[in-house]
């Protein structure tokens, strides 16, 4: 899952960012409101982890022009006004939820799992497709009831597709699925990474659609 960090306290952004990292997720900071909206017209992530102190707008300023343009992204806040006051404000300009600082980073990867739940690809904590079955909750992969070994960006690729099974996703949408900004991507990581997951599920598990994508079949 792609996650915008906005967030101008760069030691908790590291901090966070590792953290999610770990469990999957790819990252990308911004430390100001206004590269998070301009990032959000060129690059929308999955969804976003909106500080509301932030230096140069009030993030629920940033939050009101989220909304002006998406209904539906998720938005978790992140807050030190954690008066009654401040939290009907926050729920009122459209935010899904918040934490109130500091907070455990176990809490934050549960309400990020059911934020993630709410976006109609992971409707629950596993998702099957014939003998192959992915558990959100840890990150675990079995085939015919066996663990299967993989890296984390095997394991995001492999998400994107399952939760999409039966349709076919474009090479343009599965690229950047894996990777943070910055990150060096070989012009056929895509393609070696596919072809790893291949060899570990069955050669016959994803699907090449010529000129498009990729695609597994519908459970």
Known sequence: ??????????????????????KGHVINHVDRGRLAL?????????????DLGLPDMDGLQVLRSVRSFSKSLPVLLLTA??????????????????????????????????LERRLGTAETNEVVVGQVMLSVSDMSVTLSGKPVDLSRREYMLLKSLMENAGKVLARSNLESRPYSWGEEVASNALEVHIHHLRKKLGTD?????????????AP
């Open 38 to 50: 301009n990032t959000l017209q060129t690059e929308p992530p999955d969804i976003i982890v909106l």
């Open 1 to 22: 899952m792609q996650i915008l960090l906005v967030e101008d306290d760069h030691s908790l952004a590291n901090s966070l960012s590792m953290a999610l990292g770990r």
């Open 81 to 114: 006004r954690d008066t009654t006051d401040d939290v009907v404000a926050g729920l009122d300009a459209g935010a899904d939820d918040y934490l109130a600082k500091p907070f455990e980073i176990g809490e934050l990867l549960a309400r990020l799992r059911v």
């Open 205 to 217: 598990f994803i699907k090449t659609v010529r000129g498009v994508g990729y695609k597994v079949p």
